[in-house]
């Protein structure tokens, strides 16, 4: 059985960095990135970590290639609509995106104890939405996210509609990783 820690848009590691303290106990780091600018950061931070592997993708609900929009900020986004106050460039980048459930299925142990982060942009819910669908998110030990999906006028009633299922569903390890105090919140839920 391994720890292992899927960070859901990692921008330039600075989660990954908290994590590698040793107090954390994770095995394995698997930091998920579309955008190349961050990925070039990524790479060059963590290539020498045998803990740390870097996707040069985002996750979705679907394999695909999209546009990703204002590319290589904090507010790296596949929303065209997201309002973000970080003030990033308008950049607008084709990205690779990979199936959620496809990942886990082929890179998941039922063994494994998986805690997920997913500080997407807007992409949050359809990812925990395709694991749900797909029975992966049974692996899930705890899921840290940041309901950016709010920034997104078409794409906000997500979040509601996924709260409103994992309440039905009896599910109650998603813990709201937001704000100032997120970095606060890894060592409770990683115990």
Same mark, same amino acid.
């Given at each position: *059985? #391994?720890r !292992?820690?899927?960070?859901?848009g #990692?921008?330039? /590691?600075?989660?990954?960095?908290?994590l590698?303290?040793?107090?954390f106990? !994770?095995?394995? !780091?698997?930091?998920f990135?579309?955008?190349?600018?961050?990925?070039?950061?990524?790479?060059?931070?963590?290539?020498?970590?045998h803990?740390v592997?870097i996707?040069?993708?985002?996750?979705?609900?679907?394999?695909? @290639?999209m546009?990703?929009?204002?590319?290589?900020?904090?507010?790296?986004?596949?929303?065209?609509?997201y309002?973000?106050t970080?003030d +990033?460039?308008?950049?607008?980048?084709?990205?690779?995106?990979?199936?959620?459930? &496809?990942?886990?299925?082929?890179y998941v #142990?039922?063994?494994? %104890? $998986?805690?997920?982060k997913l500080n997407?942009?807007?992409?949050?819910?359809?990812? $925990?939405?395709?694991?749900? &669908? #797909? /029975? @992966?998110?049974d692996?899930v030990?705890?899921?840290?996210?940041d309901? &950016? $999906?709010?920034?997104?006028? *078409?794409?906000?009633?997500?979040?509601? %509609?996924?709260?409103e299922?994992?309440?039905i569903?009896?599910?109650?390890?998603?813990h709201i990783?937001?704000?100032?105090?997120?970095? *606060?919140?890894? +060592?409770? $839920?990683?115990r």
């Amino acid at each position: *059985m #391994s720890r !292992i820690f899927l960070d859901v848009g #990692s921008n330039t /590691g600075q989660t990954i960095e908290l994590l590698l303290q040793s107090r954390f106990r !994770i095995d394995h !780091i698997v930091g998920f990135e579309p955008s190349p600018i961050c990925c070039d950061i990524l790479n060059s931070k963590f290539e020498s970590n045998h803990k740390v592997e870097i996707v040069e993708a985002g996750l979705w609900f679907e394999t695909c @290639e999209m546009d990703l929009h204002n590319e290589g900020s904090v507010g790296g986004t596949v929303h065209a609509d997201y309002q973000t106050t970080c003030d +990033p460039e308008k950049r607008i980048t084709r990205c690779r995106f990979i199936k959620a459930s &496809d990942w886990f299925r082929d890179y998941v #142990s039922e063994d494994d %104890e $998986v805690f997920l982060k997913l500080n997407c942009e807007g992409s949050e819910c359809r990812i $925990v939405t395709d694991l749900l &669908d #797909s /029975g @992966e998110y049974d692996k899930v030990k705890a899921t840290l996210i940041d309901f &950016d $999906v709010r920034k997104s006028p *078409m794409a906000k009633p997500q979040e509601n %509609e996924l709260r409103e299922r994992l309440k039905i569903a009896g599910i109650n390890n998603l813990h709201i990783y937001a704000g100032d105090y997120r970095h *606060m919140l890894l +060592p409770s $839920v990683l115990r």
